[in-house]
């Protein structure tokens, strides 16, 4: 069997495991393991990934953040460079202030890595689309708004130019700007 194909489907597992139990915010609270698939599939798709460890570290990348995994046990399974990149565009929960952690990835988006400025890229993309689509319930129109502003900052910073994944985030982010002012 293909290596790439069975490093991509042990992600998908490991990551579907970990994420068991948990839903999206958004009023059909739907499974969580969900969204870490549309990133991976935004990345093949829209973005032309082929590269089975960025794949990989998208299906991974809210494991470390979301649940109890760890980078080391992540380096185990899947190699040091998807553990990294995974640990990259992980928020760091020992800020506790929320708007503190949100300026972080704006402070971190330019020293990412070529893959995990994919995944984040990627993730972002995601997060766009269901903001537009199907919003976290109790958001408002402004909050919806803020977000999709902040996106777009911390996307501007990435160090990825000339790649079909803006295109996709920009076309995300213009659809959903109008949703939300509908």
Known sequence: MDNNLVLILKAANFAADKHRGQLRKEAESTAYINHPLQVARILAE???????EIIAAALLHDTIE?????????????GVRVASMVAEVTDDKSITDKA???????VNAPHKS?????????????????????PAVGWSEERRLNYLDWAKQVVDALPVSNHPLKDAFEASL?????????
């Open 100 to 106: 503190q952690r949100k300026q972080m990835q704006l």
């Open 114 to 134: 070529p893959g995990a400025a994919l995944v984040k890229l990627a993730d972002k993309t995601s997060n766009v689309r269901d903001v537009g689509d199907r």
């Open 66 to 78: 979301d649940t109890a995994t760890t980078e080391s046990e992540l380096a185990a399974h899947f």
């Open 46 to 52: 829209d973005g032309g990934v082929s590269d089975p």
């Open 174 to 182: 213009a659809r959903s700007l109008a949703l939300v002012k509908k």
